[in-house]
């Protein structure tokens, strides 16, 4: 299935008020408004959001991946401890993957001592969680379908034998 050219430019920009889509896309803005509409009824348009660098504002801010191997519940399968897991403020996202962990959990923290903690009095003592395995974030170059660094000049210089 191919992503619309309206969902791909609100995906790039969600900014755009109607007047620019139907423009770019050669539609009125209502016909647009009418599109955005049934795509938000429809459940395709989750929601609006807007791509922040946290490390900007705080240099210490973490993000942390951590992967979970829990025992699915009977009844629900990963589904309950995944929405339980959701709930918390710090959890950015929670998906559920194939391969060695289940669960696949991205939080942002003021610290590693704040990651360290959460994992340790959070997700740990959850019923059915086997084991976690996290990943700090060093550096994101792409979010979103966004480039986020700067191209910045090497300084090392080129050495050859």
Do not use: W
């Amino acid at each position: 299935m191919q992503m619309s050219k309206l969902l791909n430019l609100l995906a790039k920009n969600s900014r755009l008020s109607n007047e620019e889509l139907g423009v770019l896309l050669g539609k009125t803005a209502d016909e647009v408004a009418e599109e955005i509409k049934a795509l938000e009824d429809s459940g395709t348009i989750k929601g609006y959001t807007t791509l922040v660098d946290y490390g900007v504002e705080n240099p210490n801010i973490v993000t942390a991946y951590i992967e979970l191997k829990v025992t699915p519940r009977a009844e629900s399968g990963f589904d309950e401890i995944a929405k339980f897991i959701a709930q918390y403020d710090a959890v950015k996202s929670v998906t559920l993957m194939s391969g060695a962990y289940d669960l696949g959990i991205t939080i942002i923290g003021e610290n590693l001592r704040v990651i360290s903690d959460f994992v340790a009095k959070h997700l740990s003592t959850i019923d059915g969680v086997i084991s976690t395995a996290t990943h700090f974030e060093l550096k994101t170059y792409k979010e979103n379908g966004i480039m986020l660094c700067d191209d910045e000049k090497d300084e090392r210089g080129f050495v050859s034998p």
